[in-house]
C-alpha cells in the first residue's frame, strides 16, 4: 500500500519536471486564480476525508479527486504559470486519488 503512495508522489514529480523543462524560457509568469484553485481543490478534498463521514464523503471525494488531477494538470501546462502551487496541488491530488482507490478496492469490495 505504501508503494502506491510513493509511486503517485514520485509520478507528480516527474509531470512537475515536465511541465517546467517545457516552460523554461517563458517571461512574465504569474499566478491565476487557477493555480490557487489548483492548490485549494485538494486541500479542500483532504479536509472533508478527515472530517466528515457518510454519503457526502464518498460522493465528493469520488468526484472531486479526478477534478482536481484534472485542473492540476491543465494548470501545469499553460503558458506563462507559475508552477509551484500546481505541483504541490497535483501532489495532493494524486494522494487523494491513491486514497481513493485503496477505499474502493480494500474497504468497499466485498471479499
Known amino acids: 500500500m505504501d508503494l502506491i503512495f510513493i509511486l503517485l508522489m514520485l509520478l507528480g514529480?516527474?509531470?512537475g519536471i515536465f511541465a517546467w523543462y517545457r516552460d523554461?524560457?517563458?517571461?512574465?509568469?504569474?499566478?491565476?486564480?487557477?493555480s490557487y484553485a489548483s492548490l485549494?481543490?485538494?486541500?479542500l478534498?483532504?479536509?472533508t476525508?478527515?472530517?466528515t463521514r457518510g454519503n457526502f464523503l464518498i460522493y465528493t471525494v469520488a468526484i472531486?479527486?479526478?477534478l482536481s488531477l484534472m485542473l492540476c494538470g491543465y494548470t501545469l501546462f499553460k503558458r506563462r504559470e507559475k508552477k509551484i502551487l500546481a505541483i504541490i496541488g497535483l501532489i495532493l491530488s494524486l494522494i487523494s486519488n491513491g486514497i481513493?482507490?485503496?477505499i474502493g478496492t480494500f474497504v468497499i469490495?466485498?471479499?
Open 64 to 66: 472531486g479527486s479526478p
Open 40 to 43: 485549494l481543490v485538494p486541500l
Open 24 to 34: 523554461r524560457s517563458e517571461k512574465n509568469k504569474r499566478f491565476s486564480w487557477l
Open 45 to 47: 478534498l483532504i479536509l
Open 109 to 111: 469490495t466485498n471479499t
Open 100 to 102: 481513493v482507490f485503496i
Open 13 to 15: 514529480l516527474l509531470i
Open 49 to 51: 476525508m478527515y472530517s
